[in-house]
């Protein structure tokens, strides 16, 4: 491990929570160099839906890698790419009525977030745009002028300005009717708010620390944006590829939003890859006006059309997800119930699980003692004050449980230690 | 086609110069869905310095993906990563005597820039940059506040500021001594000039029109730079990992910038991933201050592991790269000459070749008769007046001469007219 | 009135209003050149507190122009500045324990309000600051940034960043706790607020609407502010100098601001003049750090002293204040019952006090009728929506009750449908 | 002179190089409270062209005081405003085929300064300017912006944007041909420049060190905004109302800006008075747009009037403006050629004069000494490297000379004690 001291920038972050070297990894477990064997509540911070290297998308991928398929494309057409697209739309777009077009920036999620707020801009006439407390969309300039966290802000050495932000669901814990202070400042003429070309939100916030919307706060927020001409964009990066259950995290809430950024889990193999969709009355885009070298990596586009037909041709791993969820969440309330005195709330929705502990610093020995016992966990929230529950969606029962013990483990010997 | 033009956003370019679909690729050939087959003069803007799906890389790559290895990462360790680091600094930085720390931003140069500017602003304090005429960086809002194109630029829906150009090497054609500008206002405690925490430069600049900068001009700079406390951010992204010849582009000029950026040609194959390079005393990150999701792209650690050890333990690339590029600037003098009333300029440095027209909108016609011809390559410049000749560096003498071939034919053919 | 049709820009408002070209004007009362008097309810917009060139002051004033004493001074010291300072000290900041520095800036308060900001900039290194909805602090680009009204703000003509609005108090009409978003997101790291250097705040908002903070939530702001290491500017620029009782605005909220701007009613004659005061410990400044060439508007200092020594020696002026804006309360308040359809609200404190219509546009008319019946008032609020009564703080009991007649004349008016 | 240690805040600076009271001031002289005189080349900084307390404005103002006449009265129409306006209109636009109409901003250059950068945003629908090196054009954020001195911009607390530097003439010893820079940048598309609303330009930088621009130089000026549509902004604060010799100092150069600012001496008196000229088709401003508290300062009406028709119905006060200019420079010219190791440089032209010191810190003693010896001057320049000489454009002959006398020994004493 030598070399990573010496070489690599201070900057590296998990590697400091799991300091040991990893080799190989397979649906639900990586495996380090020294053999041991490790569960994921991980899953690449929501890039590893279906786990390590699931073999329905390995073999295809391999074999565009062996027939010398074209990998990197930048916007050319390509098989691959008219593949994804036309599967994208049998398998994702047409059966939920959803007429977008489709972008391809740079294969991040914050360039998806950057492309996103460019257009609404562009539309609009309009430079503000309204985020939400303890947002997380991305650490370029304009995707980290709408995220909430003070450390990651500061890092950008200049006044990060043009946006406001807003309560975000439960921000008040109920105690004040839904957009009050948002609608208000909207309708006077004197609030001094800018007015907004967008609204970024995430239907959960999975940095924020799990929190998620309601239906009808999501309703109701799509509902005021028309209003007022104000577009909607949701950052599905983390939340979206069925992370929450459905394909988009926002079904359940019965909104189209005017933009859609996606990332992470779209390649269902953690290659990068990234998508901006958009109401096709909103592709005002001139030709190259947002580019990138790497929004053509092909190979990427290979395992995202194996990814649909493998995933999302039924409605197993959508049904799967939340019955795994419920299942956390059921485990999660007991465990808060067991050990009260520390104060633990569980949340989330879907396979976006957080336990939060009324003393922020006992999350993160938490999450330590959970390594400790073979299982991979971050914490989340402005304190570091959850435990974020994030299994690949395909993982089994078996190691859902397996992982779930491991947590009261974990949950206890702090809760003993402490 | 029709999937593309329902379906992918307007955003789109090459895909519109040339209108075929792409299946494969090898070496220094693309093959379309009819079996048509292109020379590639493009190089994926840069990013295919050793040809497509170069062989000594392909092995690793599909050995890896067999085996299972760690794919997604994020900034844990992994062997993949670890063989890297220790190939880099074998290879890379030992030889040159570089004391390089590397951070692994995301996997895209526009991340790069965005990451470097941050850590100049963090390590001087200061909000203000330099960048160039007609410099390229990126499409993210920090990226494209030091990019000068103007209809890029106008795609941002902000005001960009905290930059203020300067003139490239030559922007005067020589008339005017070096930084004459530049040092009066650095120098004259009223210019209102705000003081730069960084000047971010590109050695050649590629999107800009193939504009190379002098050793000396270099040097003067990186002088200037330290005389007045300015940290010099070479961005290498498309001009290094040998584009004109050394591995570093800016070796020639016998210069050590305090942080370089890399991205494009890094894995070798296409695969994204970027590294910022920032010398030890500047590494003032703390831990997470920058991150992103494809910040650990496996794959292409071990297939840019492959690349360093195929291509850069000796110096035959390099002295290939040098010698192929003054074969190109010999033939465009000879063409420049003989077609004499377009005004051709030939440009450029190793194997970043522009052909400059007196007439604008003449070298997008004849790139689109060397794409009639079966050759593929772009314009670039702010009016695209400049035919950009950037094919592989692996690229056969004979594949050489044939595309050089096609270039004569579609200049003449330009020249009578048609 | 041709002149001004034909010379003078169409960026003049209030003549649009009062159609007659004034001549003189004394007291409480202007004269229009065909010789009808009118009463005044205006004030200049608060900047005649003891009415049109009172004698007290008038004398003085002339005696030192006939005795050529310097008129303007920049910031060399003169004997009108000494005495004025001296007067300032003793009559104003003794005798209510407060320790002010007192910087003489720009003679407008957008110059008192520019300077503040710079400074709490300067003290606390940090470039967010805090305003109100519905605040009105001046034209130029730093006090418009903080300044509520959207087209206002849309006349500065780029984006006005830097400031993030809260809501001002009573803007939930109660049903909210004072401070919650407020406190809530500067507690919440995650809450994507910049941390302000400072709030400014006024103590009543005039522009705004007539708008009265009450003590306690002022109070509150205070203690908020020291909690969380912020400075707390009170703009007095309008309500200060007895407009609401007692000389500083603040005093009934028993608070010590860090800063205050004054301006309008210093002079006390309608000369321009301007003040900021600072805490001692916060005086940062640096020599010639912020200057303006009218800043030693002598003749100003001459009246401002008169005006301290006629007026603020004894609690005539604030007890006299009080009593009429408890006059005028009782009226409107009579006046709202009376005519409630229209649903009228009175507002304000001491002599700033308002008059809110149901109807927006109605209170627009109601002036109308005033002026035809020869009173001067103007409308306030983000929709125009509010009948402003400012009148000079030493109106008699008469001239009150002939304005207050007159409103009731012009609301009964307008309600009646002319 | 206790009370302004203990009460003034630091900001203060004239003070600090003469340190002794003033009382009263009358012509060319100052007395201070022992009754020493002091001889004036510093005029106010140029807001006492016509000296101090000129009697031809003093009857007239007084009269006014005394009759009651409208002191305050914003932008309600008064006689003094529309004889100013007329008088305005005839002895100064129409003798010169000046087309302009007429704001009144706040009564400080700074206001005019800012009204004019918004009004040529507004026009042009662009955010960006362009100001010179070594500008000063006030300490209100927007002036600030296009303010050169770096002291001064920093007390901004925020980084200032929207501004680029351009090199006012002679920037470079007439070694570069003018506009080289400028226009190449705004040519090319790619050089990321933020196309320009408006240049703002002094035509003698008064702060930046008395340094005067060609009539060529502005003349290609205006020729090249012409050319591209921007907007030429002439702030004429300092150098307007006859400092060096025509009404206008744009005049000589036979160019109509499309937007002026006024402010300093066109009241005559010292009193605060602004004016913004633009070109008739230019007055898009909105009722109310910008607005100002203290836009309406009659007495400065009145005094303006009457310096209009005592000074500028005539071209005595011009010519001996011109012949006064021509005696400095010759004096300065012997002196710098009498002390040539100072290596002084006598610059400026009409009434606008300075004499650069070799070793900066010199210029500064020099005027101390100039003080001992009862003079009043100021430095001026980047390194307060000029003895600045502008007398009232009043001043006898024989007090200039005796100010020059004085200069010459200040001079000789700096020399020998040095």
């Not at 790419?81 to 047409?94: H, P």
């Not at 959803?98 to 977030?113: E, H, S």
């Not at 909607?232 to 809430?253: K, N, Y």
Request: glycine share 10%.
């Amino acid at each position: 491990m030598t070399i990573f001291d010496e070489l690599e920038s201070e900057v590296r972050s998990y590697c400091r929570s799991w300091p040991v070297v990893f080799d190989t990894a397979i649906g639900s477990r990586l495996t380090d160099v020294d053999g041991n064997s490790y569960l994921d509540f991980f899953a690449g911070a929501g890039t590893l839906n279906y786990g390590h290297n699931p073999p329905a998308l390995k073999k295809p991928l391999i074999d565009y890698l062996q027939r010398d398929g074209v990998t990197h494309g930048l916007d050319i057409h390509t098989t691959a790419k008219a593949e994804f697209l036309q599967t994208f739309r049998e398998v994702v777009l047409e059966p939920r009525g959803l007429d977008y077009k489709v972008q391809f920036p740079g294969p991040t999620g914050a360039n998806a977030v950057e492309s996103a707020l460019k257009l609404a801009r562009k539309i609009t006439g309009r430079e503000a745009v309204i985020n939400f407390t303890n947002a997380f969309h991305g650490m370029t300039l304009g995707a980290l002028s709408v995220t909430g966290n003070s450390m990651k802000r500061g890092g950008a050495g200049v006044p990060l300005v043009h946006a406001t932000p807003m309560p975000y669901d439960n921000y008040f814990d109920g105690t004040v009717p839904d957009f009050l202070w948002f609608e208000r400042v909207l309708d006077d003429q004197g609030s001094s708010l800018n007015d907004p070309a967008a609204v970024i939100v995430e239907t959960v916030q999975g940095e924020g620390g799990v929190n998620p919307a309601r239906a009808e706060w999501l309703h109701g927020l799509a509902e005021l944006c028309k209003r007022h001409g104000i577009l909607l964009i949701v950052d599905d990066v983390q939340m979206g590829i069925g992370r929450t259950g459905p394909f988009f995290s926002f079904e359940f809430a019965d909104i189209q939003p005017d933009i859609v950024c996606l990332s992470k889990s779209i390649s269902g193999y953690g290659l990068p890859m990234a998508l901006v969709l958009m109401k096709r009355e909103h592709d005002e885009w001139d030709p190259g006006e947002h580019n990138g070298t790497f929004r053509g990596n092909n190979p990427a586009f290979v395992t995202a059309t194996a990814a649909l037909r493998e995933y999302w041709t039924d409605d197993m791993l959508e049904k799967g997800t939340i019955a795994k969820g419920e299942r956390i969440e059921e485990h999660l309330s007991r465990l808060a119930e067991a050990a009260s005195p520390l104060e633990l709330t569980p949340k989330g929705r879907g396979l976006a699980r957080g336990l939060a502990f009324g003393q922020a610093e006992l999350a993160g020995k938490a999450c330590t003692a959970a390594f400790e016992r073979g299982l991979l966990m971050e914490t989340a929230g402005p304190c570091d004050e959850v435990m974020k529950l994030m299994p690949p969606l395909t993982m089994t029962e078996d190691e859902l449980d397996e992982g779930l013990a491991i947590v009261t483990d974990a949950v206890h010997c702090v809760a003993t230690g402490a």
